[in-house]
């Protein structure tokens, strides 16, 4: 069973002869925000799946007919675990909308605070949300429900029940090696349009390194070989949870003044590398999504009214796909691209290649806070929109991260953002395509009904975060949707 959840057996169906069981879970914790899942099993395989998102994201809404220059801050909030990179995907399309020409100290900076976000994040999930699954916790430690499969011996649990405890202060150091650049971590102020706001000193360069090197040290002597010894006691996690594989990534790391970027962008289908990505491509539709019903593709900014009674719906999340077919976004994505990781689309892979990439982002790190010059320029900023429209893309520590607007005398007109987890988690499409986490959880094979640890590892392994939205409530009403039926709200 899932930690802290409740699960339900529906009672068998029949599908062409076959029984088939539906077995629910909600919420799935450790994770970002609210998910429910349903799978439906027959024997003891998945022959179907549904992953839900419970929330509704409405910070599109909310930006319309304000000034240009509030998107960053705006956008940080609609999560508290990568708000950096929110605000980067946005300054990079203003950027784009006032032609500005970020010095290449301001670059630098906005790297070394972007991934200081993602080395906190990699390390919190690989500890707090996805180890649990794997070990046995001592009593009193939250966020674990029933101990089932768990293959260590009292010795190597007790080394990761140290790492799991030391883990914590070490993801602190990175979010305050942040700050010294960012102001504060989360929602930072130190990303403006046309670079940073604070130029780097000599004390606050050595500071940031002094973390960042405890943070390594951390990397090596402790997440690496307790993600090689995963890897050992769970080999079978390299065949569990493989979903299509084809991969996207919208390049990290800008270079200089230019538009380059350090890891590429381009997508790799059947093992063939498409560099570049192309924004056109880049559609959602609400075939299967809590939205007023559409039939076609929409585009990022095109704005569709919530409908969250539908009944041929399921979840808040639009299917969103890349010439017609949905992608894997996030780490292992960016291994395959671009240090031609060669394993399979499975659990383990996933899990592998967040810690390799912690790895070799802290390195970075360490070489950029190197090449800072106390005092130069890190801001260069133009007054006057110059463009109307445009698109700014990253990859944020889950996956690939799109901003589109839309200005007008430099007021928002529209607003379009596309998380990675809409990537990674996208329902049923107009195709009837599933996205990845359903793909991901079909055809898997289930040890033990009645404590199915195999989704929870399956899903967690994409590293979940569906806390970029609000609740939707109807006041008139006095309704919210919760789980797919109507429930009475507590009066307001």
Known sequence: MLAGQREDYANPSTQGGKAVKEIKFSPVTRLSGLLSIDVFVEGRTVVDARVKGNQYRGFEQMLVGRDIRDAPYFTERICGICSFAHGTASNYALDIIFADQVPVQGQLLRNIMLGLEFVQNHIRHFYAFGLPDYIELPLGLPYQGPVVDRRFDPGMNRRLVDSYVESFGIAALAHEAQTIFGGKAPHQHGMVQGGVAVAPTADKILHAQGLTRKVQSFITNRLLPDTELLADYYPDYYQIGAGPRRFLSFGLFRVGEGRDRVWKAGTVEADRFIPGIRPELIK?????????????????????APDPYREDAYTFIKAVHYGGLPYEVGPLARRVINSGYRGGPSTMDRII?????????????LEWLTLLTPSAPVLERNQTPVQREAVGMTDAPRGALLHQVLVEEGLIRAYGIITPTMWNFSPLNIYQAHGLAEAALIGTDIQDLDNPVEIGRIVRSFDPCLSCGTHLIRLKEQKVRKGGSRNNAAKL
């Open 284 to 304: 959602e539709d609400v075939a299967s999504s809590w939205y007023e019903n559409g039939s076609g593709e929409l585009s990022p900014m095109d704005a569709v």
């Open 353 to 365: 290649a967040r810690s390799l990439e912690v790895k070799e982002i802290t390195a970075l790190i």
